[in-house]
C-alpha cells in the first residue's frame, strides 16, 4: 500500500510563499493520481489541487487558482504542492492523498491519506 508523509509547513507572513512535499514510502506511486487537501479548525476538509499519474492533467480549487501550483516526481516518489501569495484564509492542516484510476480530481477515490503539516499565515 501507499504510505504518505508531507513536510514543508510552517508560519510565514501574508503575501509569502511555502512549498509543501509528500513522500511516499511505498512501491508503486507512479500508479496513482495525487491530490492536496486542507482543512481549517472549524471547517470541512477542502479540495486544493490534483495531479494526474503523469502529470499531465491537473485540478484546482477557485479558491487557489493563480496562486498554487501542484507538480510531482515520480523518480522521487514525490508530489509537490508550491503555494504562493499566500493570504491568513490559507491557514489549515494540508494533507496529501492518493487515488487508484484517478486523474486528480475532487471527485476521485481517494483512498490513502498522509498525517498532514500545519501551514500559519499571519496577517
Known amino acids: 500500500q501507499v504510505q504518505l508523509a508531507e513536510s514543508g509547513g510552517g508560519l510565514v507572513q501574508a503575501g509569502g510563499s511555502l512549498r509543501l512535499s509528500c513522500a511516499d514510502s511505498?512501491?508503486?506511486?507512479?500508479?496513482?493520481?495525487m491530490g492536496w487537501f486542507r482543512q481549517a479548525p472549524g471547517k470541512e476538509r477542502e479540495f486544493v489541487g490534483g495531479i494526474s499519474w503523469a502529470g499531465v492533467r491537473t485540478y484546482y480549487a477557485d479558491s487557489v487558482k493563480g496562486r498554487f501550483t501542484i507538480s510531482r516526481d515520480n523518480v522521487k516518489s514525490t508530489v509537490y504542492l508550491q503555494m504562493n501569495s499566500l493570504k491568513p484564509e490559507d491557514t489549515a492542516v494540508y494533507y496529501c492523498?492518493?487515488?487508484?484510476?484517478?486523474?486528480?480530481?475532487?471527485?476521485?477515490?481517494?483512498?490513502?491519506w498522509g498525517q498532514g503539516t500545519q501551514v500559519t499565515v499571519s496577517s
Open positions: 511505498g512501491r508503486t506511486f507512479r500508479e496513482y493520481a
Open positions: 492523498a492518493a487515488a487508484s484510476y484517478g486523474s486528480g480530481t475532487p471527485r476521485d477515490e481517494y483512498r490513502y
